[in-house]
Structure formats: C-alpha cells, structure tokens
C-alpha cells in the first residue's frame, strides 16, 4: 500500500555521548535536514554543549527542533520553538515536544530552566489546535511511564512519541485516544504511526508498529554514500587525535604497576587456550573493525581490543599486531595480576556484558554464549557464526 | 566482540532511508494517494550511533 501523506520525525537524543563527538552533532543536523525532517525533539543530551552551541547548530543546519517546555533564564521564554505545525497533504499537523523537568541540563543548568510538562502540554494543545492543526503530535522525552501518564491525563494528543531510555515494544497501543510509539533507540529501529482520518482530518484510529532496520530494507545510495564518506573522515581525524594521547598512555602506563600485557606473554604458558583462543571471533574482532573502516573511531575500539587507552593496553592501530583482538585479559583480567586467578577471579555474566550490551549484541545470552567461546571448545562456530550472518550486502558495504 | 546477529546495518540518520520500504515507493510525494491516512516515521534517543562498529 502506498501513502501520499507521510511526516518525517526524531524523537531528540541524537547527540552523541561523547565529548570527543562534535562532528557527529552537526553530521546528523545536516543529515536529518537533508532527508526533510518535519520536526525534531530536544533532550538533555542536546544540551551536551550548551544552549548557544545547539542554537548556532539549529541556525547553521536550518533544522526545526522543538522543546516547549525548556525555558530561558531570567526572561522564561521558550528556549527553542515550541511547535511547528506542519501541512501534510491536506492534513495540518501540530507537533511539540517535552523534556522531563527531572534531568540535569548539564552546562546549561544555570541559563535554561524545564516547566511542569503537564502544564505546558495543555497549554501547547490549547494553542496548536487554535491554529488550526487538526492532528497533534507529542515528541516526548519523558521517559514511557511519564509519557504515557501525560497522554493519559491532557486531551488532544493524537501520538505520542516516547523516548528516553524506554526500551523498544514492537506494537504501539492506544493510551485513552493517544497511539503510542516505543521505537527503539541507537538508530536500529524505524517507528511507523499510522493514523487514519475522517473528512475534516481528525484522527479516527491510530496503529504503531517498529521495524528493526535489517540490511533487506532498502537505502538511498547516495545518502549512504554521505553517511560512510563522513564515518571514514571522522575515522582519519580521531587516529590523528589517538596518536597525541597515545604518548601520554604509554608514559603513564610504564609507571603503573598494574598493566596489560598481551596475549603473546600469556600463550607463553597457556598454549593450548591460545590455540583454542583462535578458533573463536573474538581472536578476529580487531580485523572486523579494519574492514568497517572504524580502527580509530574511539566508540567502537574498546571492545575490539585489549586495555583501550588503559596501562600497558591498546592506544593506536600501531599495536593491533600484539594488543588488536579480544584477548585473554578481555575476560581473565589484568596479566600483572595473574597471582588473582586462583583466588576466585572468574569470568562472569558481568565480564561479557562490558562489551555485549543490548544495543550491540541483542541475542546475547550468558548461558548460550559461554560454552562458544570455553577453552574446552574448539569446533570454530562462532567464527563460522560470524561468517554466515555477513550477507553479501553487508560484505560489499564493508560494514556489519 | 558482539555477536553479530541479528544484523543491524542501518543506524541513526541512515534509519529513515527505510521509509521508502516502509511506506511504499514516492511516499514523499505530495500526491494524496490514501487521503484518510497519515503515517509518522520517526526515531528516537539515536545517541550518536551512524552505524555498527564492525
């Protein structure tokens, strides 16, 4: 079935979680704007730079993010737009967006203040319908209970939006006369409302359902192209940045008593799990990340290697050779503290999910997983795993 | 190193290139093809992430 009248969102929280990041901040501004984004929800994560920066940013990329209930100080008034209506098709739709008056707004905290949402919320329907929108739509960052006891409690809102830390429930429900989204987070998942309308354009039902974003569903190729040339650049300009901390690491590391050796002196000993070791993908993690051209983007690096920017452990690509890989520290702990072992350090549920985390490894099971990668296994499978899941698509992409 | 199932590949601003497989084909299009529909893709809480590590 095809739609002809099709609204475009994001939810906020777009920013990234590092400092070191800047560049993706824009990125995704310009990518958002480009792909004709109608409206964009603002968090706290947003604010990560303060409000003069986001500003300059939302000016600079001409993209329409929203918040009604960030307010300045000492005028009160809205920080950023409160709303946009948009015109649809022949349907005008109001959208507007919430922050949680309980976040901390970081740099920000001192020139910027969150109303009551409820309040706000009533108010911004009051008026969004006044001006004509038959349709509202709540971005809010509310987190889901929050989220969900707002649409419960204030009138007109058609869809709700929810984000912030709200895991992804594959079928949105009606909330009272609100259709709710729970659609994921990190990218993985598009999230599709769907409102049917009568003949003055009022909703009538709604529907939510999100998608899981798996290689069988379709991409522009040139906004792909966008996306990896500005990944590969920003690849080039952290190793640079890698190199000049690298010189500080390794000072520090040659004074720390307690520091990562590498596999090489461990297999001295323990030739046989250094055998078994490479029949695993974990003996093969560094490469996956030379392939995807991401060996020095400082997000993915950590679980790739051994001791990430740690004593004695990985700082640039020039140690992949001895430090590349998930190797035995990964799991067994520092090899200066080998003394530990015997004493009860063991490899636990806590030691794989540093790494196997819900938004990287989704299927991970603690019970399944282990016996794969134990010493005692030497069947291959997990590399042989890894290789039937690359599809073609993926392998000519060179990404995962 | 993560299991790589299931395969994610498309992550954060890439996420809406779905929209074409999600809504059918010119579905940008201005021309009113089920006029008592509307349909709202959206993401959210991207944190940053442009693609899977590898």
């Known amino acids: 079935m095809t739609y002809g009248q099709v609204a475009v969102v994001d939810n906020g929280g777009f920013f990234p979680e590092s400092d070191a990041q800047q560049d993706v901040a824009w990125f995704m501004m310009d990518a958002m704007r480009t792909l004709g984004t109608v409206a964009v929800g603002t968090s706290e994560k947003e604010l990560r730079w303060g409000i003069a920066y986001l500003k300059s940013q939302i000016a600079r990329a001409g993209l329409p993010m929203i918040c009604s209930n960030l307010m300045e100080l000492p005028s009160r008034r809205p920080a950023l737009k409160p709303y946009v209506i948009e015109k649809v098709g022949r349907v005008r739709v109001g959208f507007f967006a919430l922050m949680s008056d309980k976040v901390d707004l970081g740099p920000a905290r001192d020139s910027l203040k969150i109303e009551a949402p409820d309040a706000v919320a009533r108010r911004t329907v009051d008026e969004i319908r006044k001006k004509g929108a038959t349709v509202v739509v709540l971005l809010s960052q509310l987190g889901k209970v929050e989220s969900e006891d707002l649409v ?3 009138p007109g809102i ?5 984000g912030h830390n709200v895991p992804l429930i594959q079928k949105g429900r009606m909330v009272k006369n609100t259709v709710t ?3 994921g987070e990190q990218g993985q998942y598009l999230s599709r409302t769907l409102i049917t309308l009568d003949a003055r354009g009022h909703m009538t039902t709604g529907d939510n359902e999100s998608f899981i974003l798996t290689p069988e569903v379709g991409e522009k190729p040139e906004m ?4 990896k040339d500005f990944e590969d650049a920003l690849n080039e300009k952290q190793r640079k940045a890698e190199k000049e901390r690298a010189a500080e690491s390794v000072a520090a590391g040659q004074q ?3 520091h990562y050796i590498g596999a090489d002196l461990c297999i001295r000993c323990h030739a046989g799990e250094g055998k078994q070791w490479k029949t695993t993908a974990h003996s093969l993690a560094w490469q996956t990340l030379v392939d995807a051209k991401k060996d020095a983007t400082a997000d993915c690096i950590p679980c790739h290697v051994v001791g990430y920017q740690q004593p004695g452990g990985f700082q640039t690509s020039a140690d992949a050779l001895r430090l590349g890989n998930v190797q035995c520290e990964n799991c067994h702990g520092l090899g200066t503290r080998h003394d530990d072992y015997g004493k009860g350090a063991q490899v636990t549920e806590a030691t794989c999910l540093k790494c196997h985390r819900t938004e990287t490894s989704p299927d991970f099971n603690f019970g399944k997983y282990l016996p794969k990668i134990a010493h005692s296994n030497t069947s291959g499978e997990t590399i042989q795993n890894m290789k039937n899941k690359v599809s073609p698509m993926m392998k000519s992409s060179g990404s995962n | 190193m993560k299991e790589l199932a299931p ?10 290139l779905a929209l074409l497989a999600l809504v059918g084909t010119s579905a940008l299009s201005d021309t009113i093809r089920e006029p008592d529909k509307l349909v709202i893709l959206s993401t959210t809480d991207v944190k940053g992430k442009t693609s899977p590590c590898g």
């Open chain 1, 152 to 154: 419960a409690a204030v």
């Open chain 1, 158 to 162: 058609d869809a709700v939006i929810c």
């Open chain 1, 181 to 183: 989204s729970y659609g």
């Open chain 1, 224 to 227: 792909a192209k966008l996306v």
């Open chain 1, 256 to 258: 720390a008593t307690d």
């Open chain 2, 7 to 16: 395969r994610v590949r498309l992550a954060s601003v890439l996420a809406l």
